[in-house]
């Protein structure tokens, strides 16, 4: 848990960037990332959750059901600034791998911190989704990121 | 025509034996000829691999992503309940408890095994470790890179987690685990070359019943293996895809 959290509960109307929306809980709260662990998830080309492992279950506090057929954006804390979600969707929409720093929020409104990955799915030629893998983060790779999203959020 | 096996060279010494005696089963089952070929080093069979000398392999899941997407192999089966699992160990008496208690220009003590290797860098990013800034040696085997972490010529190890626990009781008893991966889905597998691929619906049927008669369950458990599972093409890409995301 970080040394910041005030475990402090509050809402926030979150807007997804297809104009849906959503009240979603926020608590100031870290859940620890499990040393070992891949979350393992894989969408359709829309972001449509199509597989998700038991890591990425346990962390994010959906059931199984809730995640498959929900959109990837359900994780998106409001903590995050959309452009790093356009870097991510524009560098694989270029065929190309990304890599970066992500606040996810669970279900509870509590949230965690991961590495992740995103390569696009290529069969037979065409593309069929996308595979993301989430990685425990260094300390200083959480607050590095965390700052610098404070800051590209006041921007937005 | 007399077929090429080769298996990865990170299957337990304890098996050698039990690789020539699938060979011999493989043989006699399909009725074709098939010689087996070992190596001690990744990188001496890789060369063989690209060299197009093989037909059927028993390949760690790094060389898959090669076999399957540039070589035209097909992944047919893989051993049940048997995902391939990374542990990081310390020598018993180390001052580090957790990845986290790592630091700057520790030594550590890695095979060419390259998706144990990869999995070992990975789990030590959380401690802000890389290869820029610790101290990679790399060893001929399992053992002798135990022997160095209980010798104090290494501070930490990397071993894939069925070699670490068929290491002797003394050796482990004088080591500590910090963590072990837990990623479930990353295994190795059996893959068929073009050549052979006419083989593959008799291949797989002899593998998915082999458990069912004396001879065949005698050659998994000298093999280690409890039974082979099915892998279809779409299992063989997820996993490529998955080691896809952990290379850089």
Same mark, same amino acid.
């Given at each position: 848990?970080?040394?910041?959290?005030?475990?402090?509960?509050?809402?926030?109307?979150?807007?997804?960037?297809d104009g849906t929306k959503r009240t979603a809980?926020? @608590?100031? =709260?870290? @859940?620890?990332?499990?040393?070992?662990?891949?979350?393992?998830?894989?969408?359709?080309?829309?972001?449509?959750?199509?597989?998700?492992?038991?890591?990425?279950?346990?962390?994010?506090?959906?059931?199984?059901?809730?995640?498959?057929?929900?959109?990837?954006?359900? %994780?998106?804390?409001?903590?995050?600034?959309?452009? !790093?979600?356009?870097?991510?969707?524009?560098?694989?929409? =270029?065929?190309?791998?990304?890599?970066?720093?992500?606040?996810? $929020?669970?279900?509870?409104g509590s949230y965690y911190w991961v590495k992740?990955?995103?390569?696009?799915?290529?069969?037979?030629?065409?593309?069929?989704?996308?595979?993301?893998?989430? =990685?425990?983060?260094?300390?200083?790779?959480?607050?590095?990121?965390?700052?610098?999203?404070?800051? $590209? %959020?006041?921007?937005? | 025509?007399?077929?090429?096996?080769?298996?990865?060279?990170?299957?337990?010494?304890?098996?050698?034996?039990?690789?020539?005696?699938?060979?011999?089963?493989?043989?006699?089952?399909?009725?074709?000829?098939?010689?087996?070929?070992?190596?001690?080093?990744?990188?001496?069979? =890789?060369?063989?691999?690209?060299?197009?000398?093989?037909?059927?392999?028993?390949?760690?899941?790094?060389?898959?992503?090669?076999?399957?997407?540039?070589?035209?192999?097909?992944?047919?089966?893989?051993?049940?309940?048997?995902?391939?699992?990374?542990?990081?160990?310390?020598?018993?008496?180390?001052?580090?408890?957790?990845?986290e208690d790592l630091v700057e220009g520790c030594?550590?003590?890695?095979?060419?095994?390259?998706?144990?290797?990869?999995?070992?860098?990975?789990? %030590?990013?959380? !401690?802000?470790?890389?290869?820029?800034?610790?101290?990679?040696?790399?060893?001929?085997?399992?053992?002798?890179? !135990?022997?160095?972490?209980?010798?104090?010529?290494?501070?930490?190890?990397?071993?894939?987690?069925?070699?670490?626990?068929?290491?002797?009781?003394?050796?482990?008893?004088?080591?500590?685990?910090?963590?072990?991966?837990?990623?479930?889905?990353?295994?190795?597998?059996?893959?068929?070359?073009?050549?052979?691929?006419?083989?593959?619906?008799?291949?797989?049927?002899?593998?998915?019943?082999?458990?069912?008669?004396?001879?065949?369950?005698?050659?998994?458990?000298?093999?280690?293996?409890?039974?082979?599972?099915?892998?279809?093409?779409?299992?063989?890409?997820?996993?490529?895809?998955?080691?896809?995301?952990?290379?850089?």
């Open positions: 848990m970080s040394e910041q959290d005030t475990g402090e509960t509050g809402t926030v109307e979150i807007t997804y960037f809980t926020v @608590v100031d =709260r870290e @859940v620890p990332y499990p040393d070992g662990k891949l979350i393992v998830s894989r969408t359709d080309p829309k972001g449509v959750i199509t597989h998700a492992n038991q890591a990425f279950i346990d962390m994010s506090g959906y059931c199984e059901s809730e995640l498959i057929g929900a959109n990837h954006y359900i %994780l998106r804390h409001p903590d995050m600034p959309a452009v !790093a979600f356009k870097d991510l969707w524009d560098t694989i929409g =270029r065929g190309e791998k990304w890599h970066g720093y992500v606040k996810n $929020l669970c279900k509870d992740a990955t995103v390569i696009p799915n290529v069969r037979n030629g065409q593309l069929v989704g996308y595979t993301s893998v989430r =990685r425990k983060p260094s300390r200083r790779k959480i607050e590095e990121s965390e700052a610098l999203y404070k800051t $590209l %959020l006041a921007e937005e | 025509m007399t077929f090429n096996l080769s298996v990865s060279p990170d299957f337990a010494p304890d098996h050698i034996s039990g690789w020539y005696f699938f060979n011999t089963w493989l043989q006699r089952t399909l009725d074709i000829g098939i010689h087996l070929e070992l190596y001690d080093s990744f990188d001496a069979q =890789r060369k063989d691999i690209r060299a197009d000398k093989f037909d059927l392999i028993y390949a760690n899941p790094y060389d898959a992503s090669m076999l399957v997407r540039e070589l035209g192999f097909q992944a047919v089966a893989r051993p049940a309940s048997q995902p391939d699992e990374t542990v990081i160990a310390v020598n018993a008496e180390s001052d580090f408890h957790s990845v030594r550590v003590a890695t095979t060419d095994d390259p998706d144990v290797h990869t999995m070992g860098m990975i789990m %030590l990013e959380s !401690a802000d470790l890389d290869s820029s800034n610790v101290e990679i040696k790399q060893h001929s085997s399992y053992v002798v890179g !135990a022997k160095n972490l209980l010798n104090g010529d290494a501070d930490v190890g990397f071993f894939l987690k069925d070699a670490y626990d068929e290491l002797s009781e003394l050796i482990r008893s004088r080591m500590r685990v910090l963590v072990r991966s837990e990623i479930s889905v990353v295994h190795h597998s059996l893959l068929v070359g073009p050549r052979m691929a006419e083989h593959i619906p008799a291949l797989q049927t002899a593998l998915l019943t082999m458990q069912d008669d004396a001879k065949g369950k005698g050659v998994l458990e000298s093999m280690g293996i409890s039974s082979w599972e099915p892998m279809d093409v779409e299992q063989t890409e997820f996993m490529i895809d998955l080691i896809d995301t952990l290379i850089d």
